[in-house]
């Protein structure tokens, strides 16, 4: 299986960003870190092993990438507008230098899934519902889908436009919503064990019903936790309920 790293300094956010690329062809999908980790997380705790066979038959390709949480959001020494500048930055690296990044190594432009855990799955349900225009999808796992979970009490304009829970409720009719009823990959799993949240998952699906936007809310049961066991019995099963471009 192909597994390549590349960086290069990033303009958006002025410092080094790597990226790892797993498999040769296929759907491609962005993966998010968890909290503060880095973009070799998913491969040391065996997710990537979970997908092993899609990745090796050339289903997809993933494209796994660093995080800034700790300089943004999880970092309690920063003032709460610091953090949205820093988070808007980071949505500019991901549009701007990732995304024309993957239609390079794909060799021309195809819809990009989004992917992550915990934190990383609010990151990649944001950059998809933001952006359907690039993005086709999201397989979302463990994640809480509103922003105010993690700003302390800080709000402005920047944080409601990073918060799905918030802004798609306010979703008029009009090209994004149009995207959004299209055919999307709009998955989302959560436990229901220790440190699970699954009402947020319930929640968001009801935003989405209420906007008629096509989506799978999984919830599994109580002795699936907050854990990487968990994550590696979901991925796998997402990634098997696509359907190839």
């Known amino acids: 299986m192909r597994r390549d790293i590349t960086a290069w300094h990033s303009p958006r956010l002025d410092k080094t960003m790597e ?7 296929g759907t491609p999908i962005l ?3 968890s909290a503060a980790a880095d973009y070799l997380e998913y491969e040391r705790f065996h997710l990537i092993d979970s997908v092993k066979e899609p990745l090796e038959d050339g289903r997809i390709k993933i494209y796994s990438i660093n995080s800034i949480n700790s300089e943004a959001w999880l970092n309690d020494t920063m003032e709460g507008r610091h953090k949205a500048i820093r988070h808007q930055q980071y949505n500019a690296y991901i549009v701007d230098e990732v995304v024309p990044f993957i239609h390079n ?3 021309g432009e195809r819809p990009i899934l989004t992917s992550g855990v915990s934190l990383g799955a609010l990151h990649a349900v944001n950059t998809m519902f933001r952006r359907p225009d690039l993005f086709g999808g999201t397989l979302a796992m463990s994640g809480i889908y509103d922003l105010k979970a993690y700003t302390k009490g800080y709000f402005d304009e920047d944080c409601y436009f990073n918060s799905p829970m918030d802004y798609l409720p306010n979703l008029t009719e009009g090209a994004i919503l149009d995207m959004l009823r299209q055919d ?12 699970e949240d699954p009402s947020a998952s319930v929640l968001f699906g009801e935003v989405l019903s209420a906007l ?6 999984d919830v599994w049961s109580n002795e699936w936790t907050h854990d990487w066991p968990t994550w590696r019995a979901m991925l796998p099963v997402m990634v098997g309920r696509m359907t190839d471009y």
Do not use: E, N
């Not at 999307?184 to 440190?195: E, L, M």
């Not at 008629?212 to 809310?217: A, C, F, K, L, R």
């Open 19 to 25: 990226i790892c690329v797993y498999g040769h062809y």
């Open 31 to 33: 993966m998010f870190p």
């Open 105 to 107: 190594d794909c060799g």
């Open 184 to 195: 999307k990959h709009i998955h989302i799993a959560t436990g229901s064990g220790a440190y």
């Open 212 to 217: 008629s936007i096509p989506h799978v809310i």
